[in-house]
């Protein structure tokens, strides 16, 4: 059984993602994108969601993670390097299973 690599996975996902991004103007009506300020600022208005964390992705793209207090709604962000963002996922019942700091690899 071959072993699927996370890291390579998670690439394929934002370069496809990416691709999406650059899509026209009728196509990009399937993902909400705006400013990286509209979209932080209308995730704290309207859910009160903060950045919890965030991860580079190459020299391409910042993906971020925000999280309401408790963790009653979340949604992951890829902001690209002009600053445009893109709702990738949105949720609800967040749980943080444990610190990070503790994982080894």
């Known amino acids: 059984m071959?072993?699927?690599d996370?890291?390579?996975?998670i690439k394929s996902v934002v370069a496809a993602t990416l691709i999406a991004m650059?899509?026209?103007a009728?196509?990009?009506q399937t993902i909400p994108c705006g400013s990286h300020a509209q979209i932080a600022a209308f995730l704290k208005d309207k859910f009160q969601e903060l950045q919890d964390a965030f991860g580079v992705?190459?020299?391409k793209a910042v993906l971020e993670l925000y999280v309401?207090?408790?963790?009653?709604?979340?949604t992951i962000?890829?902001?690209?390097?002009?600053?445009?963002?893109?709702i990738l996922a949105a949720g609800d019942t967040w749980e943080q299973?444990?610190?990070?700091?503790?994982?080894?690899t």
């Open 68 to 74: 309401s207090d408790g963790g009653a709604t979340w």
């Open 2 to 4: 071959k072993r699927i």
């Open 77 to 86: 962000l890829l902001t690209d390097i002009s600053g445009r963002s893109c």
């Open 57 to 59: 992705v190459g020299d």
């Open 97 to 104: 299973k444990r610190d990070t700091a503790d994982l080894r």
């Open 26 to 28: 009728a196509d990009a």
């Open 22 to 24: 650059a899509t026209t």
């Open 6 to 9: 996370v890291r390579d996975m």
